[in-house]
T-cell receptor, first 111, second 115 residues
């Protein structure tokens, strides 16, 4: 079974802090994704990566950056957290047949 | 651009009732279609998929058929259980020129099944 893990289930940070969300997959997938999920807005793509050190912006990249130094790990970085980044963050990795497998999510609260 | 539209919820059913959640899509390429389920406090789980017209995806008693003529992928289950209470997302993945496999999601439909 594909396994995608995220470093924290719940996180509370202060405005202005730098925040790192880590995601690890164990299936050697090339493609990995970061989404955020908000009530009434559904899931929105922040960034994705199609190979080590390769990344592309999604639909809402502002205020975020990503890092992919190793194939199995894809990190989302909030350079200076703001209250409007309070959300559920979901990481996923993709198979060659376009199925995406999701981690359990990180619920981030910025105060 | 590509989009997915789901019926609005919440949907409330009694146990053993028949379930239909409507999903229609707009896509310029030849998308794969998916249903995902999200239980409270958890991430999304792939429920079923279909990759081409007339394909039927099925899993755990749920079914959906890829209808290109009506651009639809409705989710059905013959007899729901309380444990099926969750949020259901319809999604498409464009396998076209960009080849990123980015998923485009519907808004999600909350299903509540009462005993």
């Amino acid at each position: 079974d594909v396994k995608v893990t995220q470093s924290s289930r719940y996180l509370v940070k202060r405005t202005g802090e730098k925040v790192f969300l880590e995601c690890v997959q164990d299936m050697d997938h090339e493609n990995m994704f970061w989404y955020r999920q908000d009530p009434g807005l559904g899931l929105r793509l922040i960034y994705f990566s199609y190979d080590v050190k390769m990344k592309e912006k999604g639909d809402i990249p502002e205020g975020y950056s990503v890092s992919r130094e190793k194939k199995e790990r894809f990190s989302l970085i909030l350079e200076s957290a703001s209250t409007n980044q309070t959300s559920m963050y979901l990481c996923a990795s993709r198979t060659s047949s376009y199925e995406q497998y999701f981690g359990p999510g990180t619920r981030l609260t910025v105060t | 651009g590509d989009s997915v539209t789901q019926m609005e919820g919440p949907v409330t059913l009694s146990e053993e009732a028949f379930l239909t959640i409507n999903c229609t899509y707009t896509a310029t390429g030849y998308p794969s279609l998916f249903w995902y389920v999200q239980y409270p406090g958890e991430g999304l789980q792939l429920l079923l998929k279909a990759t081409k017209a007339d394909d039927k995806g099925s899993n755990k008693g749920f079914e959906a058929t890829y209808r290109k003529e009506t651009t639809s992928f409705h989710l059905e289950k013959g007899s729901v259980q309380v444990s099926d209470s969750a949020v259901y997302f319809c999604a498409l993945s464009d396998r076209g020129s960009s080849n990123t496999g980015k998923l485009i999601f519907g808004q999600g439909t909350t299903l509540q099944v009462k005993p």
